[in-house]
Nanobody, 129 residues
Framework: QVQLVESGGGLVPSGGSLRLSCATS????????MGWFRQAPERPREGVAA???????YYTDSVKGRFTISRDDAKDTVYLQMDNLKPEDTAHYYC???????????????????????WGKGTVVTVSS
């Protein structure tokens, strides 16, 4: 049974930090690209960050320099370190596994989205102003 369980969300003030974790099981973690996407009320789903099996990372422009995605293949876990959080980062954050080998296009999220195979139920991040 495939499981992706996100944790680490919460309420933080603007400028604060959070570290999201996504513990997985039931599939060969090391064979999949991993990513995080978010959904805020009345806003489209947005790809936040992704990491390939060889460690190449991708970020949406609004989080570059503030968020860091990483993976620990020994623990079948992917992380999202979020620093200097802003109110506009408030959203439901989900992790996902995808047959994603990277993208030569700036629109990496489109490639990742259509390669998604599994995703979790998410964790809520709220940033107060």
């Amino acid at each position: 049974q495939v499981q992706l369980v996100e944790s680490g969300g919460g309420l933080v003030p603007s400028g604060g930090s959070l570290r999201l974790s996504c513990a997985t099981s039931g599939f060969t973690f090391g064979a999949y690209g991993m990513g995080w996407f978010r959904q805020a009320p009345e806003r489209p789903r947005e790809g936040v960050a992704a990491i390939t099996t060889n460690g190449t990372t991708y970020y949406t422009d609004s989080v570059k320099g503030r968020f860091t995605i990483s993976r620990d293949d020994a623990k079948d876990t992917v992380y999202l370190q979020m620093d200097n959080l802003k109110p506009e980062d408030t959203a439901h954050y989900y992790c996902a596994a995808a047959t994603f080998r990277g993208s030569k296009s700036p629109d990496w999220w489109n490639t990742f989205y259509y390669a998604m195979q599994y995703w979790g139920k998410g964790t809520v991040v709220t940033v107060s102003s």
